[in-house]
Antibody, heavy 123, light 109 residues
Framework: QLQLQQSGPGLVKPSQNLSLTCTIS??????????WNWIRQSPSRGLEWLGR?????????DYAVSVQGRITITTDTSKNQFSLQLDSVTPEDTGLYYC?????????????WGPGTPVTISS | SYVLTQPPSVSVAPRQTATFTCGGD??????VHWYQQKPGQAPVLVVY???DRPSGIPERFSGSNSGNTATLTISRVEAGDEADYFC????????????FGGGTKLTVL
């Protein structure tokens, strides 16, 4: 059964970098029929897509305009995981961070989500 | 960019029918997905491509899409259905084409 397991700190100081990892079981990060995503949720912004990574003969990454320049998504095929790094965080980056699979066989819906990591940006 | 409009709340008694709307310009031309999010949990896909159900989702959950409104319907509502419900589409005018609605909170009376 497909599961996404998230890891990473829940408290980060302003101006520091946020790093989260999503470990996949039951699928492959290199599966060419899916896209791996980071999405965050906050009361002020609702559900906000941050970025994605996917493999189509080679690796691709795309980022939301709102975090472009501060975000990096990487993959580790040996550990079957993908990671988010968000640089120079501010209190506005506080929220619940999810990794999620977008499934092309289900009309590009997000069919599997990680449990979420609550992240607080505070000194 | 494309906007999806959802009412903030819906209340319904147990065993009645709950209806959630998702408004968008000519939304009938898009494929609409619906997610259920219970308190303290991650979203769960309950309907995709307007009216298809993922494996494991009860038949009580159904969807439709016409004109400027997509609809999620839960029949025979149970206390365990109490949650937030979000709609989502892909639209070429939005950042990387992804759009989420603001969500509707279902209260089971």
């Amino acid at each position: 059964q497909l599961q996404l397991q998230q890891s990473g700190p829940g408290l980060v100081k302003p101006s520091q970098n946020l790093s989260l990892t999503c470990t996949i079981s039951g699928d492959s990060v290199a599966n060419s029929d899916v896209v791996w995503n980071w999405i965050r949720q906050s009361p002020s912004r609702g559900l906000e897509w941050l970025g994605r990574t996917y493999y189509r003969s080679k690796w691709h990454t795309d980022y939301a305009v709102s975090v472009q320049g501060r975000i990096t998504i990487t993959t580790d095929t040996s550990k079957n995981q993908f990671s988010l790094q968000l640089d120079s965080v501010t209190p506005e980056d506080t929220g619940l961070y999810y990794c999620a699979r977008r499934n092309t066989f289900m009309h590009d819906s997000f069919d599997v989500w990680g449990p979420g990591t609550p992240v607080t940006i505070s000194s | 960019s494309y906007v999806l409009t959802q009412p903030p709340s819906v209340s319904v008694a147990p065993r009645q029918t709950a209806t959630f709307t998702c408004g968008g310009d000519n939304i009938e031309t898009k494929s609409v997905h619906w997610y259920q999010q219970k308190p303290g949990q991650a979203p769960v896909l309950v309907v995709y491509d307007d009216d298809d159900r993922p494996s494991g989702i009860p038949e009580r959950f159904s969807g439709s899409n016409s004109g400027n409104t997509a609809t999620l319907t839960i029949s025979r509502v149970e206390a365990g259905d109490e949650a937030d419900y979000f709609c989502q589409v892909w639209d070429s005018s939005s950042d990387h084409r992804l759009v989420f609605g603001g969500g509707t909170k279902l209260t089971v009376l």
